[in-house]
């Protein structure tokens, strides 16, 4: 990765997770990264903040990227790709992490054959731990694929995914941490209520939810078996799941994942 220039187009909250992703990891430098913003004080700032190429001109990242990402809204992206698609190297590949942007729109809106890739990442990319799920079209060769997963996966995990369940992944990875960052915060209410300092129970409430995860990633155990782990027989932990079934913890969950997913889909309008 050291030869390829890693251009953005936008400089919102994903871009920024993910360029802070790729040079905390070292895969690729600050001096690989070229980024395009709509107002002055973004650009000085990310310029600022990782020390990247930063600028006004989405044609001038267009010219340079042998990977472009496209890290702008959904109903932006026609404009943008109208405005740059006569620059753009022939032999980059194209990434977009919006939602609801196909292979195919993005084929139609360049009107040739370009290496396309959809991602969606989520924000924990700018800790190291991030999620990924990838999609590519045919034109994008096993070699330059695993390029755009090797740059993912400097930030977290990444999966490959048949293009036609992208649909299903903000639900379960891209808006996941909004969900648990919630569960976070109801957690550590509830130490307050109980007369555990907020800062204290912040970092206990998020600490065990981190621990949970790492127990799902590193053990290989199903989670109703490492969950079964810690209800004791008569005890504290099974009258709290009681509780929560009761209250329809697992169907909420799932209810606003369907909602998600179906907002996605509607944003292939675009």
Same mark, same amino acid.
């Given at each position: 990765?050291?030869?390829?220039?890693?251009?953005?187009?936008? @400089?919102?909250?994903?871009?920024?997770?993910?360029? *802070?992703?790729?040079?905390?990891?070292?895969?690729?430098?600050?001096?690989?990264?070229?980024?395009?913003?709509?107002?002055?004080?973004?650009?000085?700032?990310?310029? *600022?903040?990782?020390?990247?190429?930063?600028?006004?001109?989405?044609?001038?990242?267009?010219?340079?990227?042998?990977?472009?990402?496209?890290?702008?809204?959904?109903? /932006?992206?026609?404009?943008?790709?109208?405005?740059?698609?006569?620059?753009?190297?022939?032999?980059?590949?194209?990434? #977009?992490?919006?939602? *609801?942007? #196909?292979?195919?729109?993005?084929? &139609?809106?360049?009107?040739?054959?370009?290496?396309?890739?959809?991602?969606?990442?989520?924000?924990?990319?700018?800790?190291?731990?991030?999620?990924?799920?990838? @999609?590519?079209?045919?034109?994008? *060769?096993?070699?330059?694929?695993?390029?755009?997963?090797?740059?993912?996966? &400097?930030?977290?995990?990444?999966?490959?995914?048949?293009? $036609?369940?992208?649909?299903?992944?903000?639900?379960?990875?891209?808006?996941?941490?909004?969900?648990?960052?919630?569960?976070?915060?109801?957690?550590?209410?509830?130490?307050?209520?109980?007369?555990?300092?907020?800062?204290?129970?912040?970092?206990?409430?998020?600490?065990?939810? /981190?621990?949970?995860? $790492?127990?799902?990633?590193?053990?290989?155990?199903?989670?109703?078996?490492?969950?079964?782990?810690? @209800?004791?027989?008569?005890?504290? #932990?099974?009258?709290?799941?009681? #509780?929560?079934?009761?209250?329809?913890?697992?169907?909420?969950?799932?209810?606003?994942?369907?909602?998600?997913?179906? $907002?996605?889909?509607?944003?292939?309008?675009?």
């Amino acid at each position: 990765m050291r030869n390829k220039i890693i251009g953005f187009i936008g @400089c919102g909250k994903m871009a920024e997770a993910i360029i *802070g992703g790729m040079i905390k990891s070292e895969l690729v430098s600050a001096t690989q990264i070229i980024a395009s913003a709509k107002t002055n004080a973004t650009v000085e700032k990310v310029a *600022g903040k990782y020390g990247i190429e930063a600028t006004l001109q989405n044609r001038d990242v267009a010219k340079e990227a042998d990977m472009l990402i496209l890290a702008v809204k959904p109903d /932006l992206h026609k404009e943008v790709i109208e405005e740059i698609s006569n620059v753009v190297k022939r032999e980059a590949v194209i990434i #977009t992490i919006a939602a *609801g942007i #196909t292979l195919e729109f993005l084929e &139609s809106a360049f009107q040739e054959n370009i290496k396309a890739v959809r991602v969606m990442p989520n924000t924990p990319s700018l800790v190291g731990e991030g999620m990924s799920a990838i @999609c590519a079209n045919q034109a994008v *060769g096993q070699e330059e694929l695993h390029e755009v997963i090797r740059l993912f996966e &400097s930030f977290g995990k990444a999966e490959v995914l048949p293009e $036609k369940l992208m649909d299903a992944v903000p639900a379960v990875s891209g808006s996941s941490p909004a969900y648990v960052y919630m569960f976070i915060e109801a957690l550590a209410d509830g130490a307050v209520q109980q007369g555990i300092a907020r800062n204290q129970a912040y970092t206990m409430a998020a600490q065990a939810v /981190l621990g949970a995860a $790492k127990m799902v990633l590193e053990t290989g155990k199903h989670p109703a078996e490492l969950k079964d782990n810690v @209800c004791t027989p008569g005890g504290a #932990t099974i009258e709290a799941v009681t #509780t929560l079934e009761k209250q329809g913890f697992r169907s909420a969950v799932v209810s606003a994942m369907e909602a998600c997913t179906e $907002k996605s889909k509607k944003l292939k309008g675009v």
